[in-house]
């Protein structure tokens, strides 16, 4: 079955961007290669990602920004209220996300990309619909952002799998997520 998988770098501090989405903080100078993204985007060949982050794409793209050649990829963006217009190449999922991962992970296929942000990374946690998160962790503090995972009371076991270091600091963690899933409520005091 195909897997559903976070592959992601957040600062020291735990943040994926910074309050306005900005990932200036992500340019660093090439000494560690591509850090197993060419590999990884092989593996791949749907990616998921969050309004913010699909609005940030198309951001990029309006001002020249590099942005990747997605190629034979599909991408579903999820939001409660889709733009009017949809980008190229991408289609808006209105379908309950455990329901949608069930349906997706059942399609023949390769894994799939949970590219994020915080919130859409959350609630398909919630749903117990991530199987693997890999964390680069890059070796700056940025002092406030857009947190990893968006802020819930949830408990959610990792299992590691395996850590990376690279020559410029960066350090690579792969994470199974526990198939014994307590309840994402908080625990009573």
Do not use: C
């Given at each position: 079955?195909?897997?559903?998988?976070?592959?992601?770098?957040?600062?020291?501090?735990?943040?994926?961007?910074?309050?306005?989405?900005?990932?200036?903080?992500?340019?660093?100078?090439?000494?560690?290669?591509?850090?197993?993204?060419?590999?990884?985007?092989?593996?791949?060949?749907?990616?998921?990602?969050?309004r913010?982050?699909?609005?940030?794409?198309?951001?990029?793209?309006?001002?020249?920004?590099?942005?990747?050649?997605?190629?034979?990829?599909?991408?579903?963006?999820?939001?409660?209220?889709?733009?009017?217009?949809?980008?190229?190449?991408?289609?808006?999922?209105?379908?309950?996300?455990?329901?949608?991962?069930?349906?997706?992970?059942?399609?023949?296929?390769?894994?799939?990309?949970?590219?994020?942000?915080?919130?859409?990374?959350?609630?398909?946690?919630?749903?117990?619909?991530?199987?693997?998160?890999?964390?680069?962790?890059?070796?700056?503090?940025?002092?406030?952002?857009?947190?990893?995972?968006?802020?819930?009371?949830?408990?959610?076991?990792?299992?590691?799998?395996?850590?990376?270091?690279?020559?410029?600091?960066?350090?690579r963690?792969?994470y199974?997520?526990?198939?014994?899933?307590?309840?994402s409520?908080?625990?009573?005091?």
């Open positions: 079955m195909r897997k559903i998988i976070v592959y992601i770098a957040t600062s020291a501090d735990g943040f994926i961007a910074r309050k306005d989405g900005a990932v200036d903080w992500l340019d660093r100078p090439s000494t560690a290669g591509d850090y197993g993204m060419v590999k990884f985007f092989k593996s791949i060949d749907t990616i998921l990602w969050g913010k982050t699909y609005d940030l794409v198309l951001r990029f793209k309006k001002e020249g920004k590099a942005t990747p050649d997605m190629g034979d990829i599909k991408n579903y963006a999820f939001s409660r209220k889709p733009p009017k217009k949809v980008a190229d190449g991408f289609e808006f999922v209105k379908e309950p996300i455990k329901k949608f991962a069930k349906r997706l992970r059942a399609q023949k296929g390769k894994d799939i990309w949970m590219m994020g942000g915080g919130g859409i990374i959350a609630s398909f946690l919630d749903e117990g619909a991530i199987d693997e998160f890999i964390i680069h962790l890059i070796p700056t503090f940025i002092g406030e952002g857009i947190p990893l995972i968006a802020p819930r009371h949830r408990t959610a076991p990792l299992k590691l799998l395996s850590v990376k270091k690279f020559s410029d600091g960066v350090v963690l792969h199974a997520v526990s198939a014994a899933r307590p309840s409520k908080a625990p009573k005091k």
